[in-house]
């Protein structure tokens, strides 16, 4: 799982998605600690168990990040062992990570490349937006790649681009692009869409008060001739993979 949403409507979108009695997650993924996408993360870590999980690291002084943090430290070092606990699963400590571009995740025959952030940020405490501090990561499933962008501004996405051209990191191309940022005009970049060479975007926003997605980076992806679907007008977007086709249902 990338990220969590606003707020507990993550809950019942897993419900549906998973059986009732599967209350365990093998990774989660936070890009960056603001509450659009980590709010969500606050009511998963008090229901489910998580194996892994991995974020910057990132420090920031607001009630959410304080609750967190309690909730971090709280499932690293779970209750003593009960047979109850035990026969959910409940009680092992879960990993916390912290990311940072060139690390690899492998689970069978799927492969997760961290890309950005570029330095461990582990403590580093931020007074402003962390959107330039966020994981970029892309999955790797048989010849399928999707490609996670967080909140990261063309500013960072220039970073990716010269680093993958200078062979520091794995390629940007992906036949799916999660879009910046819910859409907003200073993400987005022609010069990333031309380096991820996406045939799929996927924008995640509701209703906001900020114009996203803006007509920019809609005319721009129309201009790569890049299939787009929105969750405010398309609502969830599913996608399956076998390694070699991408079926959306």
Known sequence: MIDGGPDASLLGKLSSLMPFWDKSIDLVILTHPEKDHMAGLLDLL?????????????????????????????????????????????????????ASAGEEIKAGNLLIDILYPFENLAGKELKNTSNDTGIVSKLIFGNNSFIFTGDISSAAEKELVASANSHELASLKSDVLKVAHHGSKYSTSDLFLENVKPKIAVIEVGKNSYGH?????????????????????????????DGKNIIIK
């Open 46 to 98: 008090q229901i489910y168990k998580v194996d892994y999980f991995l974020w910057t690291g990132v420090v920031k002084n607001d009630a959410e990040n304080k609750q967190l943090a309690a909730l971090l430290s709280k499932v690293q070092n779970p209750p003593p062992e009960n047979f109850f606990l035990a026969a959910l699963n409940q009680n092992t400590p879960t990993k916390v990570l912290a």
């Open 213 to 241: 997605p803006t007509p920019e980076v809609l005319q721009r992806l129309e201009k790569f001739g890049i299939k787009v679907f929105r969750t405010d007008k398309d609502g969830d977007v599913e996608m399956e993979s």
